[in-house]
């Protein structure tokens, strides 16, 4: 067995490497990584597959130490799950915590994923690299069956959110927003690049789950199959224009040329009905899984892309008032929700000079109550 620590998630048992990342993007240490702070996301799949599953088989194509894998294997009633990695040394992590946890549900795989996706196809496909999805994109499409499920994680943040806009070009194909919406943009990156890659097997999308925590981006969709499927998700790309000057923001389809960043996935991030069937309980961190479901669900979807209150403070040059206040008298005049982009992050249905125009007259209303106290 290899040395290491034990952490527990949930009702599992996780044997890893002792010196592991905690935090953050994480850095590759010793030659098995292991990231606690992905708890979440583990958790995440876990909620979305106990809804799903009824007879499942599952692929965890870059494993490592089998966290996900083993995770998914105990927590989930119906599935089997192939935990795989190319490291002889991970694939020790993995079967060591398949025999500690008992499972007869999990079997170990210790090959490139390339090769396994062209000799087996899996009900469910979970990619979660360390970085860039992009190279292995193709592959998991491959190794996803017909109505089956892609799980994609992207910890490329710069790129995507346009810190490295060069590399976004180069690894999307694709020109990144920068500033308060780059974390919507990153994530609608990443889901227009998968429906692009769908689109060359004659196959469509249609997102389950998609969102942005920690140092990730992350999307769930399911694969529709046919030329149809295809033509309508690449439907749903396109173009957005910014201008910094009035704060106006549009959206174009794929044939407009004069709007320049993208292209976006500009269709929804989530199915209303998987949300309203997740579930928290049982799960390793589920106070936040509490907190993130509330805001998925109420998010408004249907609106392409994001306000924030420094933005919107940086342009009035007027203090903010409580973000909480401001969504509140927005619906007052059509529909508004925060986002679980950011704390202080919003969308709304109204025009941007209606916006403006609410949040200065609340910011006055805030500013006198100060100044008659």
Not at 367 to 373: F, L, P, Q, Y
Request: proline share 5%; charged share 25%; with cysteine.
């Amino acid at each position: 067995m290899p040395e290491g620590v034990v952490v527990r998630e949930a009702s599992t048992d996780i044997l890893v490497p002792e010196t592991h990342s905690l935090h953050g993007p994480g850095k590759k240490i010793g030659p098995v990584f292991f990231n606690r702070q992905m708890a979440f996301n583990r958790d995440v799949s876990v909620m979305l597959l106990r809804t799903l599953s009824k007879s499942m088989t599952v692929a965890d194509a870059m494993a490592a130490t089998g966290s996900r894998s083993v995770r998914i294997a105990n927590e989930v009633p119906g599935t089997e799950v192939v935990a795989n990695d190319m490291s002889p040394e991970a694939v020790e992590y993995i079967d060591a915590n398949i025999k500690m946890n008992s499972l007869s549900n999990c079997e170990s795989s210790n090959c490139d994923m390339h090769s396994l996706f062209t000799e087996r196809s899996f009900d469910y496909v979970d990619l979660d690299p360390f970085g860039s999805p992009a190279h292995f994109i193709q592959s998991s499409i491959r190794g996803c069956r017909k109505k089956g499920i892609l799980a994609i994680t992207a910890t490329d943040t710069a790129p995507l959110a346009g810190a490295h806009a060069g590399k976004c070009r180069r690894r999307y194909q694709c020109e990144p927003i920068r500033g308060y919406m780059c974390h919507e943009g990153g994530l609608r990156i990443l889901m227009c690049t998968i429906a692009r890659e769908l689109a060359k097997f004659d196959r469509g999308m249609t997102p389950l789950l998609s969102f942005y925590a920690d140092h990730y981006f992350r999307t769930y969709v399911r694969v529709e199959e046919g030329a149809d499927a295809a033509d309508r998700s690449l439907g749903s790309l396109g173009y957005m224009h910014y201008d910094p000057s009035t704060l106006e923001r549009s959206i174009s389809t794929l044939s407009d040329s004069e709007h320049r960043l993208g292209p976006f996935w500009l269709g929804p991030l989530h199915s209303k009905d998987v949300l309203a069937s997740l579930s928290s309980e049982d799960t390793s961190e589920e106070r936040r899984c509490v907190k993130m479901l509330d805001l998925w669900r109420n998010e408004i979807d249907s609106e392409v892309f994001l306000y924030d209150m420094s933005e919107l403070s940086s342009f009035t040059k007027m203090s903010p008032p409580k973000i909480d206040d401001l969504v509140d008298e927005l619906r007052m005049h059509g529909k508004a929700a925060k986002t679980h982009m950011s704390p202080t992050s919003f969308k709304t249905d109204l025009e941007t000079k209606d916006v403006l125009g609410v949040y200065r007259e609340l910011s006055d209303r805030m500013m006198a109550a100060k100044n008659s106290v």
